[in-house]
């Protein structure tokens, strides 16, 4: 039962415009919801987060949106750089700590 | 700045022969996470663990994989015979419990041939 999901395994932008990464869940339990961001050979770095009590976050180029009625939240970058590109990962905490990750979605950022 | 430190980076090892990886986390962190990540998949909680304590470990196929944290510091994730399909990338964790951002270390990647 995968709880968490990205349905876009992939996604390429141009350099300067705008990335949105997408994530869809179905526990109406989460409290707080994160993004990771990943490079290879390396562990999963915390972006962003966002409290289930709020509907946006934003911090520099990066925003979260999220709307609890559709079960959906996005992360928008903006503008993006060629450092972005990477593995980006949405997951969601029941309350306990307990991160639920995502697929992932990998970003390139043409130049 | 402060890191998780894994050891082995990388682990090549045969069908039913015994693996074993370290974690080292951040300093006064009390609470550790083992976290394995399939190709293509996100991390997936192993076992938790607050101090020297089990939390959650719901997920860790205990005929095969074992955990501890004796002294609530560093900690070891064993693999007891490994099979083929534990080939993945296993990751480590830390946070200060109080908040929701976790640490992730470099992680290691397991081949079992």
């Known amino acids: 039962d995968q709880q968490v999901k990205q349905n876009s395994p992939s996604l390429s932008v141009q350099e300067g415009r705008i990335s949105i990464l997408n994530c869809d869940y179905t526990?109406?339990?989460?409290?707080?919801f994160l993004w990771y961001k990943k490079y290879p050979a390396e562990g999963p770095t915390f972006l962003i987060s966002i409290s289930s009590i709020k509907d946006k976050n934003e911090d520099g180029r990066f925003t979260v949106f999220l709307n609890k009625s559709a079960k959906h939240l996005s992360l928008h970058i903006v503008p993006s750089q060629p450092g972005d590109s990477a593995v980006y990962f949405c997951a969601a905490i029941p309350g306990a700590q307990k991160l639920v990750f995502g697929q992932g979605t990998r970003l390139t950022i043409n130049p | 700045e402060a890191e998780v430190a894994q050891s082995p980076r990388y682990k090549i090892t045969e069908k039913s022969q015994a693996v074993a990886f370290w974690c080292d986390p951040i300093?006064?962190?009390?609470?550790l996470y083992w976290y394995r990540q399939i190709l293509g998949q996100g991390p997936e909680l192993l076992v938790q663990?607050?101090?020297?304590?089990?939390?959650?470990d719901s997920q860790l196929p205990k005929d095969r994989f074992s955990a501890e944290r004796l002294k609530g510091v560093d900690s070891t994730l064993k693999i007891q015979p490994a099979e083929l399909g534990d080939s993945a990338m296993y990751l480590c964790a830390s946070s200060t419990g109080r908040g929701l951002e976790q640490y992730f270390g470099p992680g290691t990647r397991l081949t079992v041939t």
């Open positions: 663990f607050q101090d020297e304590s089990v939390v959650d």
């Open positions: 526990n109406s339990m989460f409290d707080y």
């Open positions: 300093s006064g962190h009390a609470t």
